[in-house]
């Protein structure tokens, strides 16, 4: 019932910048964490960053002061602006509804490629 629509990987050199967009349908606005999430080849799916209704952000370790998580109520929308990027980060990004218990509340939509390379 709750889809998601990623857009915005690409493929880039080291150092550079991406910017995710994610459009959520089928939920309330402003009242759902909402988290930013990437699965590497061969590799298990991990959660990158969170963010709650009132903008209170949470980061992987891996991404502080990299990766800036944002959201648009208004637009049931939330971005995630990528800088300093490295291979390591290549991955397909995912957004999904966060529940209060840390689960997903959405199906996973297709993703969005994000390819860095050396």
């Known amino acids: 019932q709750v889809q998601l629509v990623e857009f915005g990987g690409n493929l880039v050199q080291t150092g550079g910048s991406l910017r995710l967009s994610c459009a959520a349908s089928?939920?309330?606005?402003?009242?759902?964490?909402m988290g930013w999430y990437r699965q590497a080849p061969g590799e298990q799916r991990e959660l990158v960053a969170t963010?709650?209704?009132?903008?209170?952000?949470d980061y992987l370790d891996s991404v502080k002061g990299r990766f800036t998580i944002s959201r648009d109520n208004n637009k049931n929308a939330i971005y995630l602006q990528m800088d300093s990027l490295t291979p390591e980060d290549t991955a397909v990004y995912y957004c999904?509804?966060?529940?209060?218990?840390?689960?997903?509340?959405?199906?996973w939509g297709q993703g969005t490629q994000v390819t860095v390379s050396s």
């Open positions: 963010i709650t209704p009132a903008g209170r952000t």
């Open positions: 089928g939920i309330r606005g402003g009242i759902w964490d």
């Open positions: 999904n509804v966060r529940t209060p218990s840390g689960g997903v509340f959405g199906s």
